[in-house]
């Protein structure tokens, strides 16, 4: 083991941007499920960073006190150990039963929310657009809970994606003027677009779309959060699905 340097620390600190992320094709994680869980899902982790002992076969660990590690940490209390892990390059996108496609969601805990979502329902591939919240920033990673290792995450332009795809595949989507989403009849395999937290999918997005599902309520909300829509979406296309 050797100490944590003043180079390192400040290589940490500036992957909370997007542009230095995106610069040394890096990303970091916090706590010691999800330093674990990199290194079991086989991610390249270039070196951990702990204020104790930290074993594992293969990584290079760094040590540092606990004022060094608040300092580089994304969290105002931090959880005493990170791991600093290379960006995995895209892959082509893989056929399975749901394709969950993400337009501009922008907050970063709804989409770590809704990662985590798609990977309890089984969803394999995530496509986002370009103006989603960078999937790799330390709050939508910290919000999957793990689940950004297990899920490929594409970020491409959505209308090309969508318009080639619906040639062959039902594209589902969550629209306020839909359906009622649990009178549809769901056949995969099949896509699922959900939008934009305060305006939904774009009218360009929306004309590709197959069928448009709504969720029906019986109060006086007069939407769900896009996470929370996405969940019971999803819930019902693996109920029909089986």
Same mark, same amino acid.
């Given at each position: 083991?050797?100490?944590?340097?003043?180079?390192?620390?400040?290589?940490?600190?500036?992957?909370?941007?997007?542009?230095?992320?995106?610069?040394? =094709?890096?990303?970091?994680?916090?706590?010691?499920?999800?330093?674990?869980? +990199?290194?079991?899902?086989?991610?390249?982790?270039?070196?951990?960073?702990?204020?104790?002992?930290?074993?594992?076969?293969?990584?290079?660990?760094?040590?540092?006190?606990?004022?060094?590690?608040?300092?580089?940490?994304?969290?105002?209390?931090?959880?005493?150990?990170?791991?600093?892990?290379?960006?995995?390059?895209?892959?082509?996108?893989?056929?399975?039963?749901?394709?969950?496609?993400?337009?501009?969601?922008?907050?970063?805990?709804?989409?770590?929310?809704?990662?985590?979502?798609?990977?309890?329902?089984?969803?394999?591939?995530?496509?986002?657009?370009?103006?989603?919240?960078?999937?790799?920033?330390?709050?939508?990673?910290? +919000?999957?809970?793990?689940?950004?290792?297990?899920?490929?995450?594409?970020?491409?332009?959505?209308?090309?994606?969508?318009?080639?795809?619906?040639?062959?595949?039902?594209?589902?989507?969550?629209?306020?003027?839909?359906?009622?989403?649990?009178? +549809?009849?769901?056949?995969?395999?099949?896509?699922?677009?959900?939008?934009?937290?305060?305006?939904?999918?774009?009218?360009?997005?929306?004309?590709?779309?197959?069928?448009?599902?709504?969720?029906?309520?019986? =109060?006086?909300?007069?939407?769900?959060?896009?996470?929370?829509?996405?969940?019971?979406?999803?819930?019902?296309?693996?109920?029909?699905? =089986?």
């Amino acid at each position: 083991m050797t100490s944590l340097t003043k180079k390192e620390e400040k290589l940490i600190v500036s992957l909370q941007q997007k542009k230095f992320r995106k610069t040394v =094709g890096l990303f970091f994680v916090e706590g010691d499920k999800m330093v674990r869980e +990199a290194i079991l899902y086989n991610f390249t982790v270039k070196f951990v960073v702990s204020v104790v002992d930290f074993e594992s076969d293969g990584v290079e660990v760094k040590l540092c006190d606990e004022r060094a590690m608040q300092r580089i940490s994304a969290f105002k209390t931090a959880p005493g150990i990170l791991a600093v892990i290379e960006i995995p390059e895209q892959v082509t996108v893989t056929d399975s039963p749901i394709t969950l496609v993400v337009e501009k969601v922008q907050d970063p805990g709804n989409l770590g929310t809704i990662i985590r979502t798609a990977d309890a329902f089984g969803v394999k591939t995530i496509i986002c657009s370009f103006d989603c919240a960078d999937h790799f920033s330390p709050k939508v990673v910290q +919000a999957t809970m793990g689940s950004i290792f297990r899920i490929n995450i594409v970020a491409q332009d959505l209308f090309k994606y969508v318009e080639e795809l619906s040639k062959s595949t039902p594209i589902y989507a969550a629209h306020l003027n839909g359906e009622n989403l649990y009178k +549809a009849k769901i056949t995969a395999p099949c896509v699922l677009v959900v939008g934009n937290e305060s305006q939904g999918m774009s009218n360009e997005l929306t004309a590709k779309v197959t069928e448009k599902l709504k969720i029906p309520m019986s =109060g006086e909300a007069e939407s769900f959060n896009v996470s929370i829509a996405t969940a019971i979406m999803l819930g019902e296309f693996r109920r029909q699905l =089986g």
